[in-house]
């Protein structure tokens, strides 16, 4: 195959993360406060881990700010079962939109 057809093909599929590719969306209004994601411990019979913790994982953002959500639990695909976790709450600060990886998957981000 020559070589500049079949960049032609690949240039198209570099960095195809977008809102169509996350696992989930969540959209958000400015100011408005909802449910992002949730983390479980490194090992699937652990508590949960705190918010600090967790903190310097989270992707940064340019259009939410991140908080405590709390206790909550989720379904953990490496655990196959129902585990403990902190969830994360983002506040939308600024309209945009933003694909991010997190623990559980990818979310996309729609702040309105």
């Known amino acids: 195959m020559n070589h500049r057809f079949a960049l032609l093909f690949l240039v198209p599929l570099a960095g195809c993360v977008s809102a169509g590719s996350a696992d989930v969306t969540r959209e958000l209004a400015v100011g408005e406060t909802r449910h992002i994601t949730a983390y479980r411990a490194d090992g699937c019979g652990a508590p949960p881990p705190s918010f600090a913790a967790i ?5 940064r953002s340019e259009i939410i700010r991140y908080s405590d959500g709390g206790l909550s639990s989720r379904v953990s ?36």
């Open 55 to 59: 903190a310097g994982k989270l992707p």
């Open 77 to 112: 695909n490496q655990c196959k079962t129902r585990v403990p976790t902190r969830a994360v709450n983002g506040t939308g600060i600024k309209a945009g939109s933003e694909v991010k990886r997190y623990q559980s998957g990818t979310v996309a981000i729609v702040v309105k």
